[in-house]
């Protein structure tokens, strides 16, 4: 059976974000979540290298600690995973604005970065994921209505103070930000765009046509001509394989890719 958290999703598309839902992510959590509160950031203190390298450990948990370990993870391209409807063991003890009950009334975003701010790990925030970062804990306050103070830093929400480091951002700065995009008073995200150089269009679920079919035949699925889950489902594994931002939807990237076939 699902839990509750099944909206994510949505929310995060409605406000112009890349999602990725993986697999079982409705009917995976540690049992299901009370009355979401707020949002609490995470980094993952995961490789240097790739997009979303933690997308495991978040899903499957550690030998300390079964997963899932956060509802979301964030990768460097601004990509949302969706991991997660159900309670995730991501907060731990602690307080934030007098909530204590961490793992069942906050949503966990874990967001791809060592944790180095000097030395030869060290990780500079992609501006992408920053931006989506901000975006996503907004899409997220405005759906529970809930104001900008309820998402804070892990670093902010542990107890005894000091317990957690993560993220290393400003967070008083973050809720300004997200703050400004709850009001509306921030700049719109970018988008991906509608066709590439070659006047290909992207295409998404819905979509219809001989195109459709082109890229059907190249992924190795019947053409239909229609896209429609299996064929999204058939596009994040082919964007998967092939190094791509797994978000189900053949845009100028993953059409590079498929000419190049």
């Known amino acids: 059976m699902a839990f509750s958290l099944t909206w994510l999703p949505q929310v995060l598309l409605d406000a112009g974000l ?26 993952t203190v995961g490789s240097k290298n790739g997009n979303m390298p933690s997308l495991g450990v978040v899903t499957n948990g550690r030998p300390d ?28 003890p602690g307080n934030w604005q007098g909530v204590t009950a961490g793992n069942s009334s906050f949503i966990g975003i874990e967001a791809e970065n060592t944790g180095r701010t000097t030395g030869p790990l060290a990780d500079p925030w992609p501006a992408v994921q920053l931006d989506a970062y901000r975006r996503g804990a907004a899409a997220i306050l405005k759906k529970i209505r809930a104001n900008a103070i309820m ?8 107890l ?10 400003d967070m008083a700065d973050f809720r300004q930000q997200v703050s400004a995009i709850m009001a509306g008073t921030a700049p719109n995200p970018s988008v991906i765009p509608g ?20 890229v059907q035949r190249k992924i190795g699925i019947a053409a ?14 082919f964007q998967r394989d092939h190094d791509l931002v797994p978000d189900g939807i053949v845009g100028p990237r993953s059409w590079a890719t498929l000419a190049a076939m």
């Open 160 to 169: 005894p103070m000091g317990r957690k480091p993560d993220p290393t951002l």
């Open 224 to 237: 239909s001509g229609v896209f429609d889950a299996l064929m999204e489902a058939a596009v994040r594994k």
């Open 65 to 92: 600690l079964p997963g899932p370990l956060a509802q979301l993870c964030l990768g460097r391209d601004g990509t949302y995973f969706v991991v997660a409807a159900g309670r995730c063991f991501h907060a731990g």
């Open 18 to 43: 890349k999602v990725a839902e993986q697999p079982g992510w409705k009917t995976r959590g540690h049992g299901d979540m009370a009355t979401v509160k707020g949002v609490i950031c995470h980094h």
């Open 195 to 214: 066709t590439d150089a070659e006047g290909r269009p992207t295409l998404r679920r819905g979509a219809t046509g001989e195109l459709v079919k082109e």
């Open 151 to 158: 998402c804070c830093g892990h670093k902010e929400y542990a």
